[in-house]
């Protein structure tokens, strides 16, 4: 049985390609720029066209697929403009999620946030790019969510999936990686501590080396 098989799958079919692509395109399994070769996802993801062409129609509103006439959808590409605005925006959502987080977080949010690092430092110390990726996701989204602003994160996961594929090209260097597990505990530190304002500046200069990094990707 395939890994796509044995997960859960939503109620409706649309639901679970959708899920399944975004997840996709978001790893990078599907790189940026590459083509999305329906017939073949349709047999992968054991479905007909029809919820796959309606999962790519809300794909393409979230600006994570572009449609080209007589050639089909292809995963969208950033530009260095694209992710710095990104990454600005994010920053600016983030430190209103953080702040209201820090003044909520229980025993138990920390707790689950520890667990969280668990998962992001297993992956890293196997060099797993995309588990990796997605336990930093986790790791994050754990944080916003503490904040109580339901409408707030939304927006915030938005961005997140925007760049997500190129996240995971930063993890693919073994000293990102190392770097990614001592920033995030030094956040854990500063929100046992409950500094607000250390968590921010934690958080940005997090931010900081993901976006040099890219950048060197993504530049002329």
């Known amino acids: 049985m395939s890994s796509v098989e044995e997960r ?20 990078g399994r599907l790189r940026p720029g590459s083509p999305i070769r329906q017939d073949a996802l349709a047999e992968e993801f054991d479905v007909s066209r029809v919820p796959l062409r309606e999962a790519l129609k809300t794909l393409h509103g979230e600006g994570l697929v572009t449609y080209q006439a007589h050639r089909g959808y292809f995963v969208e ?26 003044q909520r977080l229980g025993d138990d949010d920390l707790q689950r946030l520890e667990r969280a690092q668990e998962e992001v ?39 997140w999936d925007s760049t997500d594929a190129y996240r995971s090209l930063y993890y693919g260097e073994g000293a990102n990686r190392e770097r ?40 002329p």
């Open 8 to 27: 859960r799958r939503p109620p409706t079919a649309q639901q679970f390609v959708l899920a399944e692509l975004r997840r996709a395109i978001t790893t």
């Open 77 to 102: 590409t950033l530009s260095l403009d694209d992710l710095l605005e990104v990454y600005r925006i994010r920053e600016l959502l983030e430190e209103e999620a953080v702040r209201k987080a820090v």
């Open 121 to 159: 430092e297993r992956a890293a110390a196997a060099g797993d790019v995309q588990e990796m990726a997605a336990a930093n996701r986790v790791f994050h989204m754990t944080l916003f969510e503490c904040s109580g602003m339901p409408r707030l994160v939304r927006l915030i996961r938005t961005l």
């Open 180 to 219: 990614v597990v001592a920033e995030h505990r030094g956040v854990l530190d500063a929100l046992r501590r409950g500094a607000a304002d250390e968590v921010v500046a934690r958080l940005d200069e997090h931010r900081s080396h993901a976006v040099t990094a890219l950048s060197a990707v993504l530049g």
